[in-house]
Nanobody, 120 residues
Framework: QVQLVESGGGLVQAGGSLRLSCAAS????????MGWYRQAPGKQRELVAT???????NYVESVKGRFTISRDNAKNTVYLQMNSLNPEDTAVYYC??????????????WGQGTQVTVSS
C-alpha cells in the first residue's frame, strides 16, 4: 500500500515563507508527475504547481516567482518552497502523485492535506 504524507504547513505572517514536503512510501515502482494543489474555504481545489519525473515544472500564474516546486527522486519526495506569502495563499495544500506499482499498474494518489494560514 502506497501513501503520501505531507508536512510543513502552519501559520505564518504575510511576507513569510514555508516549505512543504510530501513523501511517498510503500510499494513504489516509480513515480511520474508530482504536484501540489490547494483548496481555500468555499473554493474549488486548484493546481498550484507540478513537476515531471525529469524536472519540468509548471505553476499557476498567481504563484510564479514566489513558489518553487522540486523533488528528490531518491527519497520519493516532492517539495514546495513558498516565499512572499500573502493571505490569499491561505488554504489546505494537497500533494498528488502518479505512482506506478509495476510496469503496467498505476494510479493517482492524494495526500491528506496540510493547512497553510497566512495572517495579514
Amino acid at each position: 500500500q502506497v501513501q503520501l504524507v505531507e508536512s510543513g504547513g502552519g501559520l505564518v505572517q504575510a511576507g513569510g515563507s514555508l516549505r512543504l514536503s510530501c513523501a511517498a512510501s510503500g510499494n513504489i515502482f516509480r513515480i511520474n508527475a508530482m504536484g501540489w494543489y490547494r483548496q481555500a474555504p468555499g473554493k474549488q481545489r486548484e493546481l498550484v504547481a507540478t513537476i515531471s519525473s525529469g524536472g519540468n515544472t509548471n505553476y499557476v500564474e498567481s504563484v510564479k516567482g514566489r513558489f518553487t516546486i522540486s523533488r528528490d527522486n531518491a527519497k520519493n519526495t516532492v517539495y514546495l518552497q513558498m516565499n512572499s506569502l500573502n493571505p490569499e495563499d491561505t488554504a489546505v495544500y494537497y500533494c498528488k502523485a502518479f505512482i506506478y506499482y509495476s510496469f503496467t499498474q498505476a494510479q493517482h494518489l492524494w495526500g491528506q492535506g496540510t493547512q497553510v494560514t497566512v495572517s495579514s
